[in-house]
């Protein structure tokens, strides 16, 4: 073996010591377990409050299916690797038509679901249709349609109005797997602090069966009015989402998912000085727009930063950015605005601009957040990525920004100057930013090992525009086999070898990234094996 052929062995044997590989394993219905051990402890149904009108001690009459999930969610500084298998366990409700109506929880990484029968005398594999994280709630079917037998043994559920505070409901669950019982609850309030929309509060009227989990639905009149998200038993308490959010999620599209973002930020409006040099009567309240976002619902209305938001839908702003919601009472304006109308309607705001009242009718969408250059990523989907001889290039979203900001705890100077500049790179026309983040020792990058968390500008002198445009300049020949890269820090310039880089990535390959690169964005597959979804 030549010298250069040592080196090149030497610097991947190394590279695969430090960065590990991802081995995927393919998974069936057969082959895996994952069931959750029973607690020990049995609740005893003579201590809860069951009406007399509970029907039989069947599944026909439950209505209730088990959610068993194997989720694997991919490492976003290595993502050409996944962590460990998490296993997860809720309850559904059949709606009809082979529909099973559950909580996302970790559904949307989920690599392999089950549906089975709350004593586990049938289980079967299931598929996501459809789920949205901001409403916390997914839909699935069986995966095969022979398995559809399972549902003969459980009654169906239709979803009923929405509830109002002060309404009286039965929180839906079994005794033993077997038993259904019936546990009255009242909607006390409005809960804003944990998801994305709205929850209700709701408190028990007896004991809550022990051992609750999610996806229990709450009945009135035998139809679902809402799905348990959380609960806390010391206080004998739950948190649900009404039916108007479960109803919004049945009709809308799979694609759809998510609540609407305006696209701006707010501040409130305390300061009396302030809101004299605003123009404001001193009895009024609302919100003063610090910043809109270019491509967000704001700005397509016409609405400017230095404008005041004064209300929505005709319900006026106090001054700390509370109005009423027709449902759950006096809530945050962006709670309102997230639960009001679904994405696809319009929204009419008053607002105030230099002590001129006018109206912006907003159209309903999430463009500040999936099309600004910063964009989020569905949930559930595969990193994108390119390790390039030993480089590792990743597209800037705000997923990776924050997460990256929680992890240290800040950011590096250059993805500062990406997040604070995001108007420039609008009105650059760049689309997605592109990054070096990680460097692994090889032959293609001896002397540029101590690079990382910089932004990539142009590939042999163009300028980058997305990612997919970053991928099909590295892949385009140059006369010499020479590839430049423009970065925003010292050196300022990278060359590499073609050649070079292509036995860099043969060696990579072989040894510790099967693979390379990813540039579209993938969701979770669930069902096969999970090479094939790498």
């Not at 079967?124 to 249709?129: F, Y």
């Not at 700005?299 to 404008?307: E, F, I, K, P, T």
């Amino acid at each position: 073996m030549n010298t250069k052929g040592k080196i090149l062995c030497a610097a991947v044997v190394a590279a695969s010591m430090v960065i590990g590989a991802c081995k995927p394993t393919p998974r069936t219905a057969n082959d895996h377990s994952h069931q959750q051990e029973k607690s020990a402890a049995q609740p005893n149904p003579e201590q809860h409050s069951v009406p007399t009108n509970v029907p039989s001690a069947s599944q026909k009459s439950a209505g209730l299916l088990r959610v068993d999930a194997v989720s694997r969610a991919y490492n976003p500084l290595r993502p050409w690797e996944m962590g460990e298998d998490q296993t997860s366990t809720s309850m559904g409700v059949y709606l009809g038509q082979g529909r099973v109506l559950t909580t996302a929880g970790k559904l949307p990484t989920a690599t392999y679901v089950e549906l089975s029968l709350p004593d586990k005398t049938q289980a079967v594999p299931a598929r996501v249709q459809k789920v949205d994280a901001d409403l916390g709630l997914a839909l699935l079917t069986v995966q095969h349609e022979k398995d559809a037998t399972l549902f003969d043994a459980v009654r169906a559920h239709e979803v009923g109005s929405p509830m109002q505070l002060g309404d009286v409901a039965q929180l839906h669950s079994l005794i033993n797997d077997v038993t259904p019982v019936y546990a009255p609850v009242k909607a006390e309030s409005a809960n804003t602090q944990e998801m994305q929309v709205p929850l209700i509060t709701m408190r028990a009227l007896s004991p809550l069966p022990q051992a609750l989990i999610q996806g229990l639905p709450v009945l009135k009149d035998g139809r679902i009015v809402g799905m348990v998200m959380s609960h806390r038993t010391s206080e004998q308490s739950l948190s649900v989402v009404n039916a108007e959010l479960i109803q919004r999620f049945l009709l809308q599209a799979a694609d759809a998912a998510g609540v609407p973002v305006l696209g701006g930020q707010f501040i409130a409006l305390n300061d009396p000085v302030f809101r004299k040099y605003l123009k404001l009567d001193p009895k009024q309240g609302g919100l003063y727009v610090s910043k809109v976002e270019p491509m967000g619902a704001l700005a397509a209305a016409g609405v400017r930063a230095g404008d005041v938001l004064v209300s929505v839908e005709g319900e006026e702003l106090d001054a700390v950015g509370n109005c009423k919601h027709p449902i759950y009472g006096v809530i945050n304006v962006s709670d309102m605005i997230r639960s009001l109308k679904p994405c696809g309607e319009k929204l009419t705001l008053g607002m105030m601009r230099h002590g001129e009242a006018y109206s912006a009718t907003v159209a309903l969408n999430r463009d500040a957040v999936e099309k600004t250059p910063l964009r989020r990523e569905k949930a559930g989907t595969a990193p994108r990525y390119i390790m390039w001889g030993g480089l590792l290039f990743q597209p800037l979203t705000a997923d990776y920004l924050n997460m990256l900001e929680q992890r240290a705890g800040s950011l590096p100077l250059s993805f500062v100057r990406v997040r604070e500049g995001e108007k420039k790179l609008i009105e650059q026309g760049i689309q997605e930013p592109v990054a070096l983040t990680f460097v692994v020792p090889t032959p293609a990058t001896l002397g540029y090992d101590t690079l990382g968390f910089c932004r990539v500008t142009h590939v042999n002198g163009v300028e980058i525009q997305s990612f997919k445009h970053f991928a099909d300049l590295l892949d385009a020949p140059t006369p010499d086999g020479t590839v430049s890269l423009a970065i925003d820090r010292a050196p300022y310039t990278i060359y590499l070898d073609r050649k070079v880089v292509e036995e860099s990535n043969d060696a990579l390959r072989r040894r510790a990234i099967h693979t390379l690169r990813r540039i579209s964005v993938e969701p979770h597959a669930v069902g096969g094996s999970d090479s094939e979804k790498l």
